[in-house]
């Protein structure tokens, strides 16, 4: 009772009022202060915490961003793996064709072949092929079957030999009569000769080799000339038209004088 008396006696007076709301204004502002006091500590809190959540956060980005990369490079090379073994894939089909097509064997129509040699002078003849070819010793045996059903002689086919064509030719002097060869001269030339393709070395040289690609070749022991202008009321002119007219893609060698007169070489080398 008495504290009530005292608390009703203070408000009665306005000096009392007045300490009355110093301590409420005191109080309050001690309340404010908590209060912006736990509102900073809380904000420091959260603030804290969003900073570790987003470093978090950036380090499972750049993982990620790791990871994407990693898989891209891998992507990459698996696509560059597959890209070369499609190439390589592609290179092995064309080699794979190429072998085939060699393989074929070249036909003609021989019937035309025979018509076209018809009352054309004819020669003696002697046929080699390419080695180790059954295709070209083939496509030689029915040659030489048609030609003689054409009235040329009938001749057997048989491979280029290994010793064809390792001496050098015969050279002379200016009378005319033969040069010979230091042996040391003699022995680089016969190197030399062994290097080279066995048709070559049977005589399918020269200007034959340049421009076009044949697959036989007509030799005498004096120079043809242009196969393309070669006359049908020659032997070699009849049988290199002959050839052609049918498909065969025949040339002419540079003259070899291991030939006598009347007398031609064919040369039936692999499938150009």
């Known amino acids: 009772m008495q504290l009530m008396a005292k608390i009703v006696n203070a408000f009665s007076s306005a000096e009392g009022l007045l300490h009355v709301f110093e301590w409420v204004s005191i109080g309050a502002g001690a309340l404010t202060v908590a209060s912006l006091i736990g509102i900073a500590l809380t904000s420091r809190t959260v603030s804290r915490q969003n900073k570790i959540a987003f470093e978090a956060l950036k380090g499972h980005v750049a993982q990620a961003q790791t990871e994407a990369s990693g898989a891209k490079a891998a992507q990459q090379r698996v696509e560059t793996q597959l890209a070369k073994a499609r190439s390589r ?3 092995a089909e064309t080699k794979l064709e190429e072998i085939r097509k060699r393989q074929e ?3 003609a129509d021989w019937t035309k072949f025979t018509n076209e ?4 002078p004819t020669s003696d003849l002697e046929i080699f092929c390419q080695p180790n070819d059954d295709e070209a010793y083939s496509l030689a045996s029915i040659m ?9 002689p009938l001749v057997q086919p048989v491979p280029i030999p290994e010793n064809m064509g390792i001496q050098p030719p015969t050279y002379v ?5 033969p040069i010979t060869l ?10 030399q000769a062994k290097e080279m393709p066995p048709t070559v070395r049977a005589g399918a040289g020269g200007a034959a080799l340049g421009s076009f690609t044949f697959g036989i070749f007509v030799v005498a022991n004096k120079d043809l000339g242009d196969w393309q202008e070669l006359d049908s009321a020659t032997p070699a002119g009849a049988l290199v038209n002959a050839l052609n ?3 065969l893609n025949a040339g002419v060698g540079p003259a070899n004088n291991e030939l006598p007169d009347n007398k031609l070489r064919i040369i039936v ?4």
Request: glycine share 12%; hydrophobic share 40%; proline share 5%.
């Open 89 to 91: 894939e592609a290179e």
């Open 105 to 107: 064997r070249r036909g």
């Open 117 to 120: 040699l018809y009352g054309k």
């Open 144 to 152: 030489s079957l048609m030609l003689a059903t054409a009235g040329w």
């Open 173 to 177: 002097d200016a009378q005319g009569k």
């Open 182 to 191: 230091r042996p040391d001269i003699q022995a680089m030339l016969e190197k």
């Open 245 to 247: 007219a049918v498909g």
């Open 269 to 272: 080398a692999a499938k150009p």
